[in-house]
């Protein structure tokens, strides 16, 4: 087994040194590697508050890890116990075990995905190990798969290429790119859980736009995003430039657009999903509002995300409609904020990203900045159980028809006051208007 013994001004100053694991060296065998993204990163000098080791050992790796925790007093899970794989977890760290795969580390190396991913680090002697040549290919800033047939043994490999690909700023080694397309097929056998958690990372960083453009024209989308065109990868990109835009004139919009729709990821992960990032999901379906929710239902999308998805292209589909004939009277704003609410940002993003002039979307972006907008908030002048003593009403639906009457008339500026609200409400039930 060739090894190469590292330089110590990389070790010192990476993850790879044991001064920044929360648990001493003593604890890992002499037997173990580092293996990996945190070999892999710390080559490439990238650095990160959060440590994420990977140890792979030729036995007693769960054992090892029970070990630490308890020491410890950190959490512990078993990952894979047919595999042997265990995770440690700290404040600001995580450390998996997993049982070495084959007869030898570099038979294990040799079953992973890619060449970058399949470097070997021992912390006790120093020394790499890298059978594959995986530092020429960080080197040249390149993803090569280590084989066809470890791409084959987990098709989801096939679309972290193109993830890894976008976070490390890497090219795809061109007979990789092959054979992502030709393996694409692959995909339709595995969960939609795992699928989603990777496309998650290219819609949540511009960056990750044009690989996701790449993955879509490889094929790999075909079984999870069957009604995703050309126009509609187009679309994602032009959010970007459409985001940028808007946040920089209404700084208000950056905090909105970037709230997170939950308060942790999903099923691993890395990344929340935001009202941005859930919105760019317009480009990937149908514009058919059923055929969209059957997508993303079968995509195992969460009901706030697909309502989110679902209420952009309504809200979209009626901006188009009422600007062709014009500017929005205050009626047909009232009725696009009511039918939008809180997606409206997201709404405003797509919309010029869809080539609606950000001219005809100003005035309802202030609008909706207007927290005492009549139109955009609107605020009851009187409440139902003031006009059911007011006009001797029985409560029904009849209270509930007033209240949005009269809503309307606030927004459209017809009534202004308590009173005036009153006597509108008067004159309806008098007059036998509902």
Known sequence: MNSLLLKSPLLQSSALSPQYWPFSLDWIPTTAYLVGGCVRDALLEY????????????????????????????????LDAERQIARVVFDHATADFALQVGDSLVEDLERRDFTVNAIAYSPHTQTLVDPLGGRKDLAKRTLRMVSAENLKDDPLRLLRAYRQAAQLNFSVDAQTRLQLHALAPLLSRVAAERIRVELSYLLSHAKGTLWLTDLWQDGLLRSSFAHATTEGLALIGHMDQAEAEVTARWSQLEVLLHRTLSDRPKSGEGVRRTLFTTAKLVGLVD????????????????????????????????????????????RQQYVLFRLVRDAFPAVAVVAIAAGIPLADIAPLVDEFLNGESAIAHPTPLVSGQVLMRTLSLASGPLVGQLLAALELAHAEGAIATAAEAIQMAQNIVYSGHR
Request: proline share 3%; no cysteine.
């Open 47 to 78: 650095a990160s508050p959060y440590l994420d080791l990977d140890f792979v050992m030729p036995q007693d790796s769960i054992q090892t890890a029970q070990a630490i925790a308890r020491h410890y007093k950190a959490g512990f899970v078993v």
């Open 287 to 330: 514009s058919d509002l059923q055929i969209a929710r059957q997508t993303l239902q079968a995509m195992k999308y969460s009901k706030a995300e697909i309502n989110l998805v679902l209420t952009v292209l309504q809200g979209l589909g009626s901006l188009r409609q009422d600007l062709s004939q014009g500017a929005l009277s205050r």
